[in-house]
């Protein structure tokens, strides 16, 4: 690729050896504290390994007092939006979106057979339009709430997570907010849910090959070539991650 030895991007083989061991050790966020690299996204999988050990430790021993255990893990996510002290700081440290998760599935096996609260959360009374702009409303502030509050460190991340959680509980409940009833957009939101992982676990090693492949080929290229190329490639190696990685065992 003409990169390989480049510590910016893929950096050396010793390099790429040490975080390939990073990454089946679920220590890969520890590595990308002190370098960062086309592998680095891979922090997202430790942690949450990391997080579902600690968070199982914790519900044993707070096994019958786990209402505690809640309130002190939501106090987290509030101080957390402000203040992160030590290693907590890291910017790949972000714990808050997988507290609401988990979260979010105690108050749905709670709830999910009160009829009373579901319709409150159904708002079924709103109109058509109303309703698509509560969910576009959302979602705008989902993608766009990390560039907006970028200057603020901390909060960006947990905002992002609480906007998430409202998104996933409304769909979780089958809000009509949510749910569009049309067979067309279900299908395709179910197929980037299929995806999603195998997305997750090759976008941006694509972009990066893609650059590659660009500069070799076309060294002169405009912005939208850059875009469609990397997103092409992008699909293709999710298509072939899904059928021939993901679902190997299947």
């Not at 990390?146 to 409304?170: D, M, P, Q, R």
């Not at 849910?193 to 002169?220: A, K």
Request: aromatic share 18%; net charge neutral.
């Amino acid at each position: 690729m003409g990169g390989v030895e480049d510590p910016q991007k893929w950096g050396s083989h010793l390099d790429l050896y040490n975080r390939l061991i990073g990454t089946i050790t679920y220590t890969r966020n520890f590595q990308t504290f002190f370098h960062s690299d086309a592998f680095s996204y891979f922090w997202a999988v430790s942690l949450e390994l990391q997080f579902f050990v600690f968070f199982a430790m914790l519900m044993y021993v707070f096994n019958k007092k786990r209402n505690i255990l809640w309130y002190v893990l939501g106090l987290v996510v509030i101080i957390f939006s402000f203040y992160r002290p030590g290693i907590f700081s890291s910017p790949w440290f972000r714990i808050d979106s997988l507290i609401l998760g988990s979260l979010l599935y105690t108050i749905c096996c709670k709830i999910h057979d009160n009829d009373d609260f579901c319709k409150l959360i159904g708002i079924g009374n709103l109109n058509k339009f109303v309703q698509f702009s509560i969910f576009f409303g959302l979602l705008i502030s989902l993608a766009s709430s990390v560039v907006i509050l970028g200057e603020f460190t901390y909060l960006k991340y947990s905002l992002t997570a609480i906007i998430a959680f409202v998104l996933a509980f409304l769909a979780v409940l089958d809000s009509p907010i949510i749910s569009f009833k049309s067979h067309y957009i279900d299908l395709i939101f179910e197929k980037i849910g299929d995806y999603s992982f195998s997305l997750y676990v090759s976008h941006i090693i694509t972009w990066w090959i893609g650059m590659d492949l660009l500069n070799l080929w076309i060294p002169n290229r405009s912005i939208i070539c850059n875009f469609l190329l990397s997103l092409t490639f992008m699909i293709i190696t999710t298509i072939l991650s899904h059928k021939y990685i993901e679902n190997i065992l299947k």
